[in-house]
T-cell receptor
């Protein structure tokens, strides 16, 4: 079975500072990894995904993530955040015979401070 | 093209009642997945419908059931509501059932409160 751990429930950061949101996964088979963002009162929007190939993945809104198989991690980074990045961020995994579904972490609330 | 729309946006039900939530998939999408997002938690997979057939189911009891119609819209039905069913229910549509090949587009969700 697969699982996702997002250790940081909340991350406060000042505007224009860099940020890293941590995600670790557990799986006995090869995985596909995703980051989704959820703005208040909205559904989920895909930021980026790793399926195969280059371990550094670039997404929308200046976000990027690096797949690290040895550390079973897929941390999300942005070099300079904006107030508008304030939202809930979810890491998700899909793997094995269950690639029809996402298994989400509990989310990290990013709060960008002026 | 229109996005994924869910109705209603909010509703309040009494314990023991039944509820039906609706989802209109994005144009051209033949797959709909439903997720339950409890407060402070990540979404949990309920089930997926692909071309009107159930294609996978999560760890939810049989009182959670669904349908997909020929136009690929979908319904989620929950019988015998319990207080723990209070959550945001998200619908996602995609061009196919695999996360590898297609992107899932999520609706804004239906906020269900059971009292």
């Amino acid at each position: 079975a697969q699982s996702v751990t997002q250790l940081d429930s909340q991350v406060p950061v000042f505007e224009e500072a860099p940020v890293e949101l941590r995600c670790n996964y557990s799986s006995s088979v090869s995985v596909y990894l995703f980051w989704y963002v959820q703005y208040p009162n909205q559904g989920l929007q895909l930021l980026l995904k790793y399926l195969s190939g280059s371990t550094l993945v670039k997404g929308i809104n200046g976000f990027e993530a690096e797949f690290n198989k040895s550390q079973t991690s897929f941390h999300l980074r942005k070099p300079s955040v904006h107030i508008s990045d304030t939202a809930e961020y979810f890491c998700a995994v899909s793997a094995g015979s269950g690639t029809y579904k996402y298994i989400f972490g509990t989310g990290t609330r990013l709060k960008v401070l002026a | 093209e229109t996005g994924v729309t869910q109705s209603p946006t909010h509703l309040i039900k009494t314990r023991g009642q039944q509820v039906t939530l609706r989802c209109s998939s994005q144009s051209g999408h033949n797959t709909v997945s439903w997720y339950q997002q409890a407060l402070g938690q990540g979404p949990q997979f309920i089930f997926q419908y692909y071309r009107e057939e159930e294609n996978g189911r999560g760890n939810f009891p049989p009182r959670f059931s669904g349908l997909q119609f020929p136009n690929y819209s979908s319904e989620l039905n929950v019988n015998a509501l319990e207080l723990d069913d209070s959550a945001l229910y998200l619908c996602a549509s995609s061009l196919g059932p695999s996360t590898q090949n297609t992107e899932a587009f999520f609706g804004q969700g239906t906020r269900l409160t059971v009292v």
